[in-house]
């Protein structure tokens, strides 16, 4: 998608260890023309799937799934990284490890929300070692969902997030590849 890619040349900031700083219209200010224009994409890429529900994490997830579940017209299910009080019953759970953060985290989802009828689009905001995804992935397969596939806004294609979800037979959409960074320099696929 030209429009997010050029956003990411123009205001994307690299900081070291690779990561793509988008604080400006992605992950801390929204640029609400750019999540609509992603929102309708996902629709387009994933139309024809029925899709009846959205699985995210929080936090940087859950803006991007809530517009595209606009366009596709379905509920948003978002994992909780910490089992607060105010999720309670039986849980899905998965542990991930954030390279990013250099932490381990659970992420739980009710079982009551995620049901064996329901067919799931997960979306994140990137895909770059792919453990959130796969943690997402294992928690569709316990509950015996049907997983249509996955979305997110920009993939790391240098590192092997995108390669582990796709051998395992799933459909993964990226509305940016990113190819490599040199320096300052961000490619896309
Ligand atoms: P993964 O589990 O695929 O390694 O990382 C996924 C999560 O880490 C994403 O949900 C995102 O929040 C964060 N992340 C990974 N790489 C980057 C990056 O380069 N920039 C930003 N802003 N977040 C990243």
């Given at each position: 998608m030209k429009y997010l890619e050029n956003m990411i040349r123009e205001k994307g900031e690299v900081r070291p260890g690779g990561i793509v700083k988008v604080d400006s219209f992605l992950n801390h200010l929204l640029d609400y023309e750019l999540y609509r224009e992603m929102g309708k994409e996902f629709k387009r890429l994933f139309d024809?799937?029925?899709?009846n529900k959205i699985l995210t994490v929080e936090a940087s997830g859950i803006g991007i799934a809530c517009v595209a579940a606009q366009y596709f017209e379905v509920p948003v299910l978002f994992a909780k990284k910490h089992k607060t009080s105010n999720i309670d019953g039986e849980l899905y759970s998965a542990s991930v490890h954030s390279f990013t953060h250099g932490n381990d985290y659970k992420m739980v989802v009710a079982k009551k929300y995620l049901l064996p009828t329901d067919r799931v689009l997960i979306i994140d905001d990137f895909l770059a070692n792919g453990q959130a995804m796969l943690g997402m992935i294992n928690i569709v397969e316990q509950a015996g969902a049907h997983l249509c596939g996955c979305g997110v806004a920009v993939e790391k294609a240098f590192q092997q997030g995108g390669e582990l979800v796709r051998q395992r037979g799933v459909r993964v959409e990226a509305l940016a590849r990113i190819k490599s960074i040199d320096e300052d320099k961000i490619s896309f696929c």
């Open positions: 024809g799937e029925a899709v």
